[in-house]
C-alpha cells in the first residue's frame, strides 16, 4: 500500500529534477505517455515552433539533426518555389539559339544577295531547324516556371507535416532520454544555452549555404557577391577547391618507395620466388606428369577412407566431369596453386595464430593487418606483387597468401583463447612445461577451430584462382579470364563449375578426414 | 617436526600491478584489505596466512566464495606465487625450486583435484588418468598400467576406453581423483572437488575419498565451502573470511567453541550429535550427587571417546545412568539424562 503511493511520487520528483525548466508539463506529460501502450498523443508546442532548435536545448540530438535535415528539405522546396530560376537552363539555351539562328539567317541573306540561291536555301533550312528547337526550349523554360507554385506548395505542405511531426514526437523522445538518464548514462538533463548555442550555429552553418545551392541557378557567384568573395569566388562551395595535386605528389612517392624496394631488395623477392616455384613445381609433377588414371585412382579411394563413400561417389563425378570436359590437366595445375597456397597459409599462419592467441598485444596491433588483408581489393596489392615478384604462378600463390591467410590466422587465435582456463591450469598443477601444454593441451583443444580456418583458407584461395590468372598463373582461372575476354558465356559457365568441384573435393575429403577422427573415435 | 607436511608461514598474496607497494604498506601501516583496494587497486587474496599439516592428516578449509581458499590452495603447488611468506612442502622450500624442479615436483609429488574436473575431452579416462605420468616421461606400458589400478581403485572398472563427455558428474570426477593418484603423489589438493555434484553423488564420493585417503595415507588439504563436508572429512578445519584464517581447530573444537560470532553463525545449524563426545559432558565421578539412589554395579559402561548418538541409544536402553570410563578402563564420570539432554541442547555441560 505504502509502495503504490510513494513509488509514482519518486518518479514524478525525478522527472521535475530532469526536466529543469517547466517541470509541471513534463510529468503531466510523461505520465500520459507511460501511461500508454500505443501513441499517446502528448503535444509539445514549443517543439512544434522551434523543431531542432527545441531539441538542441534539450540535448535531444537525434530529434535535432532528423529535424534539422527535414526542415531544410521543406525549405529547399519552398525556397525554389519563391524565388528559385527554375526555367534559367532552358532559357539560356533558347537565347544562344536565338543568337545562332540570327547569324545563319544573315549568311542565308549574304548566300542569296550573292546569288546562291541552293546555298541560301540550305542555311534558312537550318535556321528553322533551329527556330523549332528554339521554340521547344522557350516552352520548356515557361512550363519550368509554371511548376514553381506547385513546388511551393508542396513545400509548406510538406513543413506542415514536419511541424507536426515535431510537435507529437518531442515528448516521446524526450521520455526515453529521461529513462537513460536515470538509469545513468550520461545524458543532458534540463534547458542548457551551450547545447542550444551549438545548434544555432550548426543550424546557421548548414541551412544558408545549402538553400542557396539549391534556389539559384549561380550560387557561387551569389555567394561571392553577398560575402564579398570570400565564399563563392576564392571558396567555391559547389566543388572542393582542391585538385590532385596532394595525390599526385603522395602517388610518385609512393612509386618511388616501391622501386627502390624492387631495386635494393631484388635478391629476397628472388630467392621467395625460387622456393615458391620448386614447390609448385614438384606439386605438379606429382599432379600432372603422374599418369592421370593413377592421380583418379588414389583421389578416390582416398576420399572413400577418409571421409566415406558418398565422399567417394561425389569426387568420382566431380573427377569425371573435369576429364571429360578436357580440363584436366588446368584442374591439376589449379590445384597445386591452391595446394602449394594453402600449404604456405597453414604452415605460417597456424604459428602466427598461436602467438596471437597467447599475446593479446601481438594480436591487438596484428588485428588491423590482417583486417587490411582481406578487405583491401586484390588488384590493389597485385601492382606492387608484379613490380617485386614479375608475372606467373609464384606471385599468384602470394596474391593467394594475402588473401587467404587471415582467417587461419583468426581462427587459430580464436580456439587457443577458447581453451578453458581451468583445463590449462588442471595441465599445469599436472607439471605440464610449456610445450607439453601447447602439444598435449592447447592444440588439440583448439584444433576443430584450427581446421575450420583451414577450410576457410582453401575456400578462400579457389576464390583468388581467376584474379591471380590476371598475373599469368595459368589453370582453370585463366580459362574463365579469357571468357571474359570474348564473352564466352558457355565457357565460363564451364570453367566456373570447374573451380567449384574442385573445391568441394577438396573441402569434403579434409572435412571427412577430420570428422572421422574427431567424432565417434 | 618431520612428520609436518604442508607448512605455511605468513603467506599474503596481493593482486594487482601495485602488489609489492601495497605489501609493503600493509606491512609498515597495517593496511585493511578495503584501504589496500582504495589506495593500491590491489585486491587482497589472502592475507598472513600460516598452518601446518601433518602426514596423513586431512585438513580442510572452509570458507565461503571469495574467501581466498581456492586462491590459498594454489600457492602449495605455486599455480599462484605468494607476495610474502614462505611455503614448504615435503620439506621443501616452494619458492625456492627452479621451474624445472617445480614442475618435477608437480608431477611426482603433489596430486590435484579441481572443482570442474577439467578433463582432456579429447582423450579417452584412460589416457586423462595417465596424463601426469605422461608428462614425467613414463611409457605407455606403464601408464596403461597405473591407470587400471588407479581406476579400479575408484571403482571405474570398465570405462576406461570411454571419454570423458560419456560419464555422468560423479564419474568425471572419480576420474579427476584416479588423475591425481595416478602419480602416487604424497600431497592430495583437493579444490571444491564434490561441489558440482548433487548431495547423494557428493556424500557417496565423500566416503569413498575417505577410505581411499586412510588406505593410501595420503597428506590432503581440501577445499570446500560446505561446513558439512568439512566435519564430515576433515582431521582438522581452517576457516577462512576475507582472506584470513578465522579459526583452526578439530570440528569439535570448531563446533564447541568457536572463535568468533562469524563461525558461530556458521556452526549453528550444524547437528553436534557426532562432534560432542562424552568426556566433554560428563560429570566427574567424585563431583556426581545422585538425585536417587543409583545402582553403579548395574550401569551400562561407556568410553570417554562416545559421541552423543551413541550415548542416546545407550541411554534409551536402560534406566540406570551411564557410567563413563576412561582409556584404562577405570570409572571416571557419570552422564544421567539430565546431562545428556542438557550436553545434546548445548553442546556442552
Redesign the interface.
Known sequence: MKDTTTQPQQGQSDIAVFAGDSPFYYQREFQRIQGKTGFAGSWNTLAAIFGPLWGAARGVWGFFWVFLMLELFAFVQIGRGLWGELGAEQLTRYERLLDNIAKREAQAAELAAAGDAAGAAAKQKIADNLQAAADKAFEAATAANSTALTILGAGLLLLLVIKLAEGFYANIAYEAQYLRWRSGQKVQSGRSNRSLLFGAVALLGIWPLTLIRFTVAKPDEVLSALTGGLFGTRLPITEFPVGKEYFAVLSKKGDAGFDWLAANFGDVFDGVTAVIRWGLDGLEVVLIQTPWPVVMFVTVVLALRLAGSRVAIFTAAALAYLAFMGLWELAMITVALIGAGAFLCVVIGVPLGIWFGKSKRAYAIAEPVLDFMQTMPAFVYLIPIIAFFGTGKPPGVLATLVFAMPPVIRLTALGMRGVPEATKEAAIAFGCSRRQLLFNVELPLALPSIMTGINQTILMSLSMVVIASLIGAEGLGALILEALQYAAKGQGLLGGIAILLCAMVIDRIAQGAYRRRAGDG | MTDTVIALDGVWKIFGSNADAAMAAVRSRGLGKAEVLEEFKCVVGIADVSFEVKRGEIFCVMGLSGSGKSTMVRHL?R?IEPTAGAISVMGRDMLDLSQAQL??????N???V?Q?M?????R?VRDNVG??L???GEPKSTRWEVSQRCLDRVNLTGFEDR?PRELSGGMQQRVGLA?ALA?DPDVL?MDEPFSALDPLIRRQLQDQFMQLSAELNKTTAFITHDLDEAIRIGNRIAIMKDGRIVQIGTPEEIVTRPADSYVRDFVEGISKLKLVFAHSIMVPLADYRPTRPVNFEESPRAHHGTDLDQLIDIATSTENVIVITGDDGADIGVVDRATLLKGIQGGKA
Open positions: 603447488n599455480l614442475r618435477e615436483m608437480r608431477a611426482m603433489i596430486g590435484m579441481f570442474h577439467a578433463l582432456l575431452p579429447h579417452t596424463f601426469p605422461q608428462v614425467r571419454f588423475r602419480s589438493l
